[in-house]
């Protein structure tokens, strides 16, 4: 009863406070964004069947999973993405630094939060449900800082309501997190220390850590506030520059499929898997993808542009002259003579690549190289004479014949000239159209619409040539070469083509398959009154609460007061309930949930619990200084890591029970409650640092006035 009233009067301070804007703003998460789970420093080990959407990793330590478990994202584990990820994460935490209102260690339990910046200056911890009710602001911002480690209790829940969105919760975390078997968590954590999901809990949001393991059993991880990154570019053909052409380009490939990218550098937009960036001036370049979301991919391997190629001095070269036996002349280049190099005397074949060329006739000839890098050197002008002007050359000879007379014998008749026709040219291979068989006509037409010269014949077997118009109808499934003949009996090369079966045929129309779409589950509607027994006394066992069926609902969520416990009927209208020796009074809230959402929350069904004698009641006077007078019992001690406080009073008073140190600071409040008479109060006190030992005192204080003091030793 002590705690619920406690976070009820919270909960309603905070409804009376204005929602005013306290300069509170988002962190900036960088790389991480697009992570689900990563730890800068720590190892990261998956258990079971988990589910994560979204990207995970770790920048320094071992790396198990996936599988087990499954995941839709990326692995990235001491890469250049984990790199950057690990500083990002550093500034985020830092980034949440920021002032707010002071609330409670304890969260949860219905408690309301408004938009704003929370802080609770030590180790905290949830249980049952924490509501964010964004006020009808979809830009709500919620900052939450807990000032110590943080761990929820078992089916505990973090509810948005009224427009508020995971993607504007953050929790700073300063020590280790626990998320219990059951919970569902929202929000994005930056947490200063480990991150341990336990069996069968949901992390709605991202788990970042500065440094800390990360583990997770059986799990569901959504970020759905993540920039998926696409992929980086994929470096295909680079062109280098060349004598002529200063600059260079690349080919790359493997950009997203879907909508609009930006590559960078050169911030060219454009849609497609690939594209040509052009005008790349001699250096090293690595390139990004930015998709339509906005997402930035990791660099492209590393494009060398070199220098361009400077141009080539004109080749030196050696000659040898046309002679009065020999009528060619022969180029000899002596220089430039690098590997890769190619000449020509026309300054356009470049297939010589030893610098000789024989053969040369007569004339006047521009001698150049080309290198590797296409550069092409200045001309060197060579002249190759004419044998008649070359000095002791005798002419060529006067061939005369003295004929004999025409009575000897001998004697040749006149001449019959004939004509040699050149060789028939064969036509060229056919073109063709083709009619494919369809759902309804087996086979096929072949058309021939090249050659159509007069005398051509066809054949689309190669040996019957019978067929003069080119149209082949009635052709069955198969392939075939088609042929032409020309009137010179000539044939020409085939042209192969294949008249596919009708069942492949385009058109064709599928026996139907029917399918029903389902309308939208709809939102669960508002409970009605909870019914169930009002006043109960402590370790009351099997009293049932239940709810009349809620409209569209599968599930049922209930929330029950401290120190109770559902042992039938979970997630139905209808629950049986025991409750402990220690529950206190409170309320039982119930909400319906399906698939698509869960539904708003009952009005609260309020129970007393009552001491109503389970022989903790003690017998004692008036106020004194004997610690029996006042029923306060302390045990053991000295203590190790836990300490009790047992106090029973005779009368209503306000109660105050305090640690200090030896010299006088204060350690900690145990207790500070109005009690009721002859109610029975149990208190714990745990160290928060179990490696400090020594003497401690505590103080007892009833109604304002100081009636009892003690010596503590913690070992």
């Not at 190892?43 to 069947?49: I, N, Q």
């Not at 220390?193 to 949001?205: C, D, V």
């Not at 529950?583 to 959402?597: D, F």
């Amino acid at each position: 009863m002590k705690s619920t009233l406690r976070l009820m009067l919270t909960t309603v301070i905070l409804f009376l406070i204005p929602n005013i804007n306290f300069g509170q703003t988002a962190p900036t998460l960088g790389t991480t964004s697009s992570f689900a789970l990563f730890t800068a420093t720590g190892a990261f080990s998956v258990t079971g069947a988990s589910s994560v959407t979204g990207n995970v990793g770790t920048h320094v330590g071992a790396f198990t999973g996936f599988p087990p478990g499954t995941l839709v994202g990326q692995i990235h584990v001491a890469d250049p993405v984990s790199t950057q990820a690990a500083t990002d994460v550093a500034v985020a935490y830092n980034d949440l630094t920021q002032s707010g209102t002071v609330i409670l260690v304890g969260l949860g339990n219905g408690q309301i939060l408004l938009p704003g910046v929370y802080q609770t200056g030590a180790a905290s911890t949830l249980n049952g449900n924490l509501t964010l009710d964004g006020g009808g602001d979809p830009n709500a911002l919620f900052i939450i800082r807990i000032g110590g480690a943080f761990a929820t209790g078992a089916s505990s829940t973090v509810t948005l309501t009224n427009l508020a969105s995971l993607c504007n919760v953050y929790w700073q975390i300063g020590g280790q997190f626990d998320l219990e078997t059951g919970s569902v968590f929202r929000g994005t954590l930056v947490v200063d220390g480990p991150i341990h999901l336990l069996g069968n809990s949901s992390l709605l949001g991202r788990g970042l850590s500065t440094a800390g393991a990360i583990s997770l059993d059986n799990n569901v991880v959504t970020n759905s506030c993540a920039c998926v990154a696409p992929g980086a570019p994929t470096v295909s053909t680079i062109t280098q520059p060349t004598n002529v052409v200063e600059t260079g380009s690349v080919v790359l490939k493997g950009l997203p499929e879907t909508g609009t990218w930006t590559v960078n550098p050169c911030g060219i937009t454009g849609t497609g898997t690939s594209t040509t960036i052009s005008g790349l001036k001699a250096g090293t370049y690595n390139f990004t993808v930015t998709n339509a979301a906005g997402c930035t991919s990791s660099a492209s391997a590393n494009v060398i542009i070199t220098t361009q190629s400077s141009t080539l001095a004109a080749p030196t070269v050696t000659l040898i002259q046309p002679t009065c036996l020999v009528t060619t002349g022969t180029i000899t280049v002596m220089s430039p003579k690098e590997i890769g190099m190619t000449y020509s005397i026309d300054n356009s074949t470049y297939i010589n690549t030893t610098g000789i060329f024989t053969l040369v006739m007569p004339g006047t000839y521009t001698v150049t190289s080309k290198n590797s890098k296409g550069g092409i050197s200045a001309g060197t002008i060579v002249t190759i004479r004419n044998t008649e002007i070359l000095i002791g050359c005798v002419s060529a000879g006067t061939t005369v014949t003295i004929n004999a007379p025409k009575i000897l014998l001998g004697c040749i008749s006149t001449g019959t000239i004939v004509t040699i026709n050149t060789q028939p040219v064969p036509p060229k291979a056919p073109a063709i159209t083709l009619i494919q068989p369809t759902c309804i006509e087996a086979t096929g037409t072949i058309t021939v619409v090249s050659p159509t010269e007069t005398g051509m014949t066809y054949s689309i077997n190669g040996s019957t040539y019978t067929n003069t118009t080119g149209i082949f109808t009635l052709v069955p499934a198969g392939t075939y070469n088609i042929t032409s003949k020309n009137s010179n009996e000539c044939i020409s090369a085939g042209t192969i083509v294949t008249i596919k079966a009708s069942e492949i045929s385009w058109g064709c129309v599928s026996t139907g398959t029917i399918v029903t779409i389902n309308t939208q589950p709809a939102i669960p509607a508002a409970p009605d009154a909870i019914k169930g027994t009002a006043a109960i006394c402590n370790g009351q066992k099997g009293l049932i609460f239940s709810v009349p069926v809620i409209t569209n609902a599968t599930d049922y969520v209930w929330t029950l007061l401290t120190g109770a416990t559902i042992t039938a009927g979970a997630n139905t209208n209808s629950i049986t309930v025991d409750f402990s020796d220690i529950s206190s009074s409170g309320n039982i809230t119930v909400q319906g949930s399906n698939s698509c959402a869960t539904g708003t929350v009952s009005a609260p069904f309020k129970v007393v619990v009552n001491n109503c004698g389970n022989g903790h009641q003690r017998n004692i006077n008036s106020w004194a200084t004997s610690q029996n007078e006042f029923g306060l019992k302390v045990y053991p001690n000295p203590f190790t890591d836990h300490l009790c406080f047992e106090l029973q009073l005779e009368k209503d008073a306000k109660v105050r029970l305090e640690i200090f140190s030896i010299k006088g600071y204060k350690v900690a409040t145990v207790f500070s409650e109005n009690v009721k008479a002859f109610n029975y109060y149990r208190m714990e006190y745990t160290p928060e640092n179990n490696n400090s030992t020594g003497v401690l005192m505590y103080r007892l204080i009833i109604d304002k006035q100081l009636v009892l003091t003690g010596k503590l030793i913690h070992k």
